[in-house]
């Protein structure tokens, strides 16, 4: 798997973009977005992940903890392609918008790193492709309903799907000044580690079920599990430049994440993704729960004059502790793993290329 990101991609956020200079400081910089009905934009996600395994320890009924050795590393590659169409607007906000997933997927592989062991690799789709969801801000609510409009459009899959919109989450709440910091809710940092919520990725028969599973609980695939639960540690942005690139004032903010904790209950979903040896085993219910934890730093830079994101930038470290209690007709025990490595992510944005439709003919 290619590490870092894209060269040319990197450039661009680096500053780098022909045309560039700085602009006039002034005294204060409104970051509000400013959206424009009948507007429509592509956005690219793309997340890397290179984990390798820290421990594995199996606890039987009350007996002594048990560390299993073994050497494990796990690459993964998650994207997501979407188009963003607005078409209603009222106050500086969006109203009505239609998001198409274009494509959602997610490639990895586990090597054991034993010697004649097989490399298990995997490419998972996410099950939305094709999907259009039509999001309509509901102001008693203070959020955004939605309807889905699109093949095998199982809401069961989609309740995860957020009405985000690229990096606003990193917006500060008014107007500031260069070098200004301010508070970011981790929380929040869904929509821009996590854009595509959780898809219920499709396996493959014959598939390593015990990967899949991985993926699907986020270590390794999406965020959005485990950015949840009782959370500590803090995030933080900054204005930190202001720069003209051709012809088009963009801020550069600067994201700050320190030591982030979050712990979450993984019963419900250690409940519906029994392996089949435990199934076979007689396993009556599984219990677990899973700590997540995140330091890097990204880069946001945001048009000042359409107020809206062109691209974000992390990179960091990440580690996942899973904890999974089972008990059943057999033994009763109880499984920890521990993975850690290295995040990388890119978001961008950019204005839709529509296909032009097809002239017709007269018969």
Known sequence: MNYPLLTASLLILAGAAAGERRCVLQDSYDLSPKPTA?????????AKHLLGLDSLTRQVGNGAPERIQTRTRLSAE?????????????????????????ESQVVASQDHLVEGAPLNEVTLKGGIAGLRAVYTWVESEQDYGRYYDGPEARESWLASLPA???????????????????????LKLRSVLAPGGAPQYQGVKGMERVLTRTL?????????????????????????????????????????????RLLSDITEFSRENKLKREQDGGVDSTSGKQLVELTGS????????????VSFKFGGREAFRTEIHVVGTGDTYT?????????????????????ASRPTVDR
């Open 216 to 260: 699907q609980m986020g270590v390794g695939g999406s965020l959005y599990h485990g950015i949840r639960g009782r959370v500590s540690g803090e995030a933080s942005a900054r204005l930190v430049a202001i720069q003209e690139v051709e012809g088009r004032r963009v801020a550069q903010v600067e994201l700050s994440v320190e030591g982030v």
């Open 78 to 102: 998650n994207r997501l392609r979407f188009a963003d169409r607005v078409s209603a607007v009222a106050n500086g906000r969006i109203q009505t918008f239609q998001r198409e997933i274009l």
């Open 38 to 46: 009948g507007e429509a934009w592509h956005r690219e996600f793309q």
């Open 298 to 309: 990204g880069t946001l830079l945001w048009d000042l004059d359409a107020g809206r994101m």
């Open 335 to 355: 499984e920890t793993v521990q993975l850690s490595g290295r995040v990388e992510i890119l978001y961008t944005s950019a204005p839709l290329k529509e296909k």
């Open 164 to 186: 985000d919109l690229p990096g606003e989450v990193l917006l500060p709440p008014g107007p500031v000044v260069l070098d200004q910091s301010w508070a970011i809710d981790p």
